[in-house]
């Protein structure tokens, strides 16, 4: 199992490979004005002289052009390639031996080849062979150009959304109907659809560039948020009418969600239409007899959870006291002699007196860093607790099921305890799969997992006792398509 480990920093021999190998991310001229050091000031980080006759418009997807006109938020943005871990999260650099396969010279460290849970769970799926701790949004493209779940099966553009500055990509690929070109670039081979991108996520991503307000630029959001809104009474959302302080979530919402490809269009989907809670979202799974892949040992109807920061900040104290994305990821800071919203987007731990000491001082004026982070390390310890025990339980049902398929039980008699296993790991992976282990809801969080070690533990009495009757309906999910789906990107 993963062990929490001390902070480590990434050393300046190993941030000088780094510059020297990273092909795509960051781009060629976001490296060299890094190496630079050196950046205009500006008053209160507005843009720079506009003199230089710099303009950034609706096709500009370059950061290091945004850069010029405001050079600080670049020069923060460009930290982004530091790679420094915290108690659970993060990772330091890793060596890697550059080939022509794969160009990188220091790569984050390996989950499932430390974490037999995850390597188990994941029997029969890409992310059972690479799964790496998470690193900052300067690696999103070039790492999963060049994970081996690549190798392992095929992917489809659909998840460059996520990976990737997209909507010049998307706007280009419809012949300027962002919609259409969604739908396209979703359905392209992912190393096809890769030669349309050249940069992470960028400026053009999140703000418009005549007045650099906040906006949504990922057609799966608009959709997935509509949807979620109908849900609750609203109909036919517009979220251009979205206030300011909703849209410090939603920019950061357009990636950081649940997800699946729908249909052989593989279109991306948000399965928010019942709501966003993980029994919400597996309801609507169920509904559509929706499976990622069929779990290799024991043939349960798998599903795989993908990063649902949203979905579980939404249930948390922090999300209903209107607390955003921004306002602890990208607070507001002193740099340089500016005040201007860090851009150097990275764990609040890592940025205590920034993100966190503002509004808890105001509760208590004696309060000190060190106890601020013990309380996040308090939460985190108990949720790991609770993570390996429902992982436990996960895995004596994997390990029973099997054996209950290796002696011939019939498809018929193992229908309850695989739909067990599917319920139970999709909990277990929903926050496993979430970024703050549980910190986002540490209530909610620990509810999921007790719910996954039930499910869990059900599933094991369903192959003892035939007339066991589990707590929750149990949906018979139709076979998987006769071609294996592409595996989902992270």
């Not at 279109?267 to 929706?290: C, M, N, T």
């Not at 779990?295 to 990063?307: E, N, S």
Request: hydrophobic share 35%.
């Amino acid at each position: 199992m993963r062990k929490p480990s001390f902070p480590y920093i990434l050393s300046a021999v190993a941030a000088a490979a780094l510059f020297v190998v990273l092909a795509d991310s960051p781009s060629e001229s976001m490296r060299a004005a890094h190496a630079q050091g050196s950046a205009k000031k500006t008053v209160k980080g507005q843009p720079a002289s506009k003199q230089e006759g710099v303009t950034v418009n609706d096709t500009t997807d370059d950061p290091a052009v945004w850069g010029k006109l405001f050079p600080l938020h670049y020069e923060l943005y460009l930290k982004t390639v530091d790679m420094q871990r915290t108690k659970y999260g993060g990772s330091e650099a890793v060596p890697h031996s550059p080939s022509d396969a794969d160009p990188r010279s220091i790569v984050a460290r390996t989950k499932v080849e430390e974490d037999i849970g995850l390597r188990t769970m994941w029997q029969g799926y890409p992310f059972g062979v690479d799964f790496r701790e998470e690193r900052g949004h300067a690696y999103m493209l070039i790492d999963q150009k060049f994970t081996q779940r690549q190798k392992v099966a095929p992917q489809p553009g659909a998840c460059l959304n996520c990976h990737a500055s997209t909507y010049v990509a998307h706007k280009k690929a419809g012949g300027g109907d962002l919609m259409k070109g969604f739908e396209h670039v979703n359905k392209m081979p992912f190393g096809e659809a890769v030669k349309l991108v050249q940069h992470p996520v960028s400026c053009i991503d999140c703000h418009d560039p005549g007045t650099m307000q906040l906006r949504i630029t990922k057609p799966a959001f608009i959709e997935g948020i509509r949807a979620l809104k109908a849900s609750q009474g609203v109909k036919n959302y517009d979220v251009t009418k979205a206030s300011q302080q909703e849209m410090r979530v939603y920019v950061c919402a357009q990636c950081h969600v649940e997800y699946y490809f729908q249909g052989p269009e593989r279109r991306l989907v948000f399965p928010w239409s019942k709501g966003v809670k993980v029994e919400q979202i597996h309801a609507y799974y169920d509904e559509i007899g929706f499976r990622d892949w069929t779990h290799r040992d024991t043939g349960a109807p798998a599903l795989k959870a993908q990063h649902p920061e949203f979905e579980l900040w939404s249930q948390g104290i922090h999300g209903r006291a209107g607390v955003t994305c921004s306002d602890c990821h990208m607070p507001k800071i002193q740099y340089k002699g500016s005040t201007l919203t860090d851009h150097w987007v990275r764990s609040p731990v890592l940025n205590l007196k920034n993100a966190c000491y503002g509004c808890h001082s105001k509760r208590d004026p004696k309060l000190t860093e060190r106890e601020l982070r013990d309380r996040v390390e308090q939460i985190q310890d108990r949720h790991w607790l609770l993570r390996e025990q429902a992982m436990t339980a996960l895995l004596g049902l994997i390990s029973d099921l099997k054996a209950a398929k290796d002696a011939g039980r019939s498809d018929g008699e193992l229908t309850t305890p695989r739909y067990l296993q599917r319920r139970a790991q999709f909990y277990l992976d929903f926050v496993e799969a979430e970024n703050s282990t549980g910190f986002h809801a540490p209530q909610e969080a620990a509810r999921i997992l007790a719910e996954s070690l039930n499910y869990a533990r059900q599933g094991q009495l369903a192959l003892r006792d035939p007339n066991f009757k589990p707590t929750v309906e149990v949906v018979n999910i139709p076979p998987a398509p006769s071609t294996t789906p592409p595996a989902k990107g992270k």
